[in-house]
């Protein structure tokens, strides 16, 4: 038997194909009983892309899958979801458990998320999955199919699951909060994806940061399609190009800042003479750019060690309430804000909170 595909639900329950996708990726503009009657149908002919959820066992292997986009790696560039899982290794090794890495998807993201093995051939109990730009219809997929989840810098909207983010609202405030507190007043966001949880929420910040100060005439955004050095790079040098030139940087990640650095540099303009720059992440790179980050630190490790957590405590208790699970994050301060000539730290947030 040929599987089915969403036109065939779409058939079947006498709606749309986009009303159908919609309700797979977890997107707004369809009312309840629509969407429950789809991902009912779904789950009753095991629908998943690319057989992503089928041949579920309920054999325990003391396995947990960790999941990652492809296009993050090489990890040498940005080894921000090798920390979390470095966490997630410690926390399950106490509790017997191993952990496998597997990513998804091709490196520049054309081609739609394929078959997961490792699932396929119940060689994991649950999967952690990281990152904002996971394929959704996977992550619904999995979830229908009865996968044991937890998601890391990412939420669906619409579905509840188990989640864990860095506390990034809070960590954008106090650095904005820093900057203006030394007297900038044109402060540019350099962000990612809107889309994006983690820029969604750093954006927040910023623009709650410069509300509170009456300075919400001086922002500046800028939205990139990726968070990378080079991203950071082309959206500074369209800056650097415009009548007013904003006095600090706050790029979304330490990723971009590092290519803001590049683009100020190559145009003469000093850092932090100039123009201040700080990132977010605190990533191993930050500390030996030129001059080193001012940056938002994330404790990677600990986000991945609570994301173990909650998925062992989801393995030994399905019946769980799903929680949304906060890691605070703490503020560096190094040479890049201009603001001292060494190293000093204030702590944002400690520890984590359930909303």
Avoid at 320 to 332: F, K, M, N
Wanted: hydrophobic fraction near 45%; glycine fraction near 10%; charged fraction near 20%.
């Amino acid at each position: 038997m040929m599987p089915m595909r969403i036109k065939d639900i779409a058939e079947r329950l006498g709606v749309s194909v986009a009303t159908v996708s919609r309700a797979l990726n977890d997107k707004p503009g369809v009312g309840d009983n629509v969407r429950r009657r789809v991902l009912e149908l779904a789950a009753e002919v095991a629908f998943t892309p690319h057989g992503a959820g089928r041949g579920l066992s309920t054999a325990r292997t003391q396995t947990l899958g960790f999941i990652v986009r492809r296009k993050v790696f090489p990890a040498g560039r940005d080894p921000f979801y090798l920390h979390i899982m470095h966490g997630v290794e410690e926390a399950v090794a106490e509790r017997g458990y191993h952990v496998i890495l597997s990513s998804v998807g091709d490196p520049d993201g054309t081609r739609p998320t394929p078959d997961l093995p490792l699932v396929r051939e119940n060689r994991v109990d649950g999967l952690i999955l990281a990152g904002p730009d996971l394929d959704r219809a996977l992550i619904l997929a999995l979830h229908q199919a009865g996968m044991p989840l937890v998601l890391v810098d990412n939420i669906l909207r619409q579905t509840a699951l188990d989640v864990v983010l860095s506390d990034d609202r809070e960590g954008a405030l106090a650095m904005v909060g820093h900057l203006l507190g030394h007297g900038h007043e044109q402060i540019a966001f350099l962000g990612g994806p809107p889309q994006w949880i983690s820029t969604a929420e750093r954006a927040a910040g910023y623009h709650e940061a410069l509300a509170g100060a009456g300075k919400r005439a001086f922002a500046t955004v800028v939205h990139e399609a990726e968070t990378t050095v080079e991203s950071g790079y082309s959206a500074t040098r369209r800056l650097l190009a415009q009548a007013v030139v904003p006095t600090a940087l706050f790029a979304v990640n330490d990723s971009m800042a590092i290519g803001a650095l590049r683009a100020l540099r190559e145009q003469g303009r000093r850092v932090p003479a100039d123009v201040a720059v700080v990132g977010f992440d605190d990533i191993d790179a930050a500390q030996h750019t030129h001059p080193p980050l001012t940056t938002v630190r994330i404790f990677k490790e600990r986000l991945g060690r609570v994301a173990a957590g909650r998925l062992l405590d989801r393995l030994a208790d399905p019946a769980t309430p799903s929680q949304r699970t906060y890691v605070g994050t703490e503020l560096i301060i190094r040479q890049s804000c201009g603001c001292v000539l060494a190293p000093v730290r204030e702590e944002v947030t400690a520890g984590s909170t359930l909303a």
